[in-house]
């Protein structure tokens, strides 16, 4: 009889300094994550939202936030990042209007609603100093290459 293993799920938390050197400690840290669980091919798209997401957790928090990476199966990472923040920003607001030509905000999390499978964002409320805030979450695939002849 043959047996067929099964990789459990996995989930990883990056608890994360409000600090400058933050957003890069993040983007390392998943980029090994995801080389470790074998799914390289998510690694472009998956940085780019997490930069974007723990770089505005670092811009617009005054406290720490984190950054969790967790398996979504078939080939899918989902990625949310908490800070303390409790205002949600536009794109997650569901309002998909592109930035103005001229902006000197907003462009990054635009871009995440471009790259990102899907997306979410929910108000966290503690009874505690520090537990409140948001919750910002994207899922990212692995999309075919079509310069391999990969098409769809």
């Known amino acids: 009889m043959p047996t067929a293993t099964v990789a459990p799920p996995w989930t990883y938390t990056l608890q994360l300094p409000q600090d400058p050197r933050a957003p890069g400690v993040a983007r390392h840290t998943l980029r090994q994550v995801l ?30 936030y984190s950054l969790r990476m967790r398996d979504a199966g078939r080939g899918r990472v989902r990625l949310g990042v908490w800070d303390t923040d409790p205002r949600i920003p536009a794109p997650f607001r569901w309002s998909e209007r592109a930035p103005a030509e001229l902006a000197e905000r907003g462009r ?15 108000p966290m409320r503690g009874g505690l100093p520090g537990q409140g805030g948001k919750l910002l979450w994207v899922e990212c695939v692995a999309k075919p290459d079509c310069r391999s002849g990969d098409l769809p």
């Open 108 to 122: 990054g999390l635009y871009l995440v609603t471009l790259y990102a499978e899907c997306w979410g964002a929910y």
């Open 35 to 64: 080389r470790m669980h074998g799914v390289p091919e998510l690694i472009e798209t998956a940085e780019l939202l997490a930069s974007e997401l723990v770089t505005n957790a670092y811009q617009h928090s005054s406290g720490p």
